[in-house]
């Protein structure tokens, strides 16, 4: 099966930046995979190929450049450094080598997800299917539609956002945490009850028997799983 959303794979030595980035970029809605040294990270390149590598460059076994040398033989997937080596040849050396681009550490998540998202549009990576078809269900993402047959299902903001969120991620557990932050974009006030509400009224529209979900399951104490495959 095709993935539905980008897969990212984080190489770095220091297990708080790998969790950190692991739980910031699934809120941000890309999957992810990790690894703890350059080593390691070459082989999940070749197992997983990712859509785009973030890499710390001084790692024991095989630093970043031999990452960054290592993916270039293979082929053009972005690959973003994250270093906290922010003299001008370090960088010099790494984009020499074949690197998309830079962030020098200690960084700005904004930051760094916004030149994410500017490598995955230039590789065109980032296209997730502004259509996405399920058995007797259709998410139109670009005109914000939702039909089931010849019936046009009429969905809030919130409901759609949630229904996107979902579909974009079927057969994978999406947890109310994420939910939440992509969404409510982390508003403080948002519970898991408000969450739990809205996919109760998203239900009623779109399940033959909300009683007995075909689409949108409850993972219990984690949140919500689309049960369906694209076709």
Known sequence: MSRTSPLLLVIDDDPAIRELLARELSLAGYETVSAADGVQGSRMFEHHRPDLVITDLAMPRADGLAVIAAVRRIDATPVLVLSVRGEEEDKVRALDLGADDYVTKPFSLRELLARIRTQLRKSGRDAAPEVLRFPDLEIDRARRLVTQGDREVRLTPTEFAIL????????????????????????????????????????????????????????????????????
């Open 164 to 231: 996107e969120l979902l579909a974009g991620q079927a057969g994978r557990p999406v947890t109310l945490r994420q939910i939440i932050g992509t969404v409510w974009r982390g508003a403080p006030a948002t519970t898991a009850d408000t969450v739990r509400v809205h996919v109760g009224s998203l239900r009623r529209k779109i399940e033959p028997d909300p009683s007995d979900p075909r689409y949108i399951g409850t993972e219990p104490w984690v949140g919500y799983r689309f049960l369906v495959e694209p076709e």
